[in-house]
């Protein structure tokens, strides 16, 4: 217990924003995926993102998605091989951001 008053407001003055920040979306996100044998991540903004409703799941995802695209170098794969490296990072990297994806916003949506 806080002896001090004042410690205990100021202690609540720095808590409440990240409060905030855990309900509207929470932290920002770590894409992985696996390119060519080498191990590839971007971080994808979510904080500013409320995943309460569906308009922010929707440009969640569409953020997840163009990291992805990235991540797995879509500019590179213009030959059949390449397209087929491609998928292989994209597709697993995509299951494991949704799933990731979807528990943030269960957490979200249960407060």
Do not use: F, W
Not at 18 to 35: I, K
Not at 79 to 103: F, G, N, Q, V
């Amino acid at each position: 217990m806080l002896k001090n008053p004042l410690m205990g407001a100021a202690l609540a003055t720095l808590l409440l924003p990240m409060a905030a920040t855990a309900r509207s979306g929470g932290n920002d996100m770590l894409v992985t995926g696996e390119y060519r044998g080498e191990t590839r991540s971007i971080t994808v903004a979510l904080a500013d993102l409320n995943l309460r409703h569906d308009r922010a799941v929707d440009r969640a995802e569409s953020r997840i998605r163009y990291a992805l695209k990235q991540v797995c170098d879509i500019n590179s794969a213009r030959e059949l091989y390449e397209k087929r490296d491609y998928k292989a990072c994209y597709d697993p990297a995509m299951d494991s951001a949704r799933s990731d994806l979807d528990k943030r916003i269960a957490t979200a949506r249960a407060t």
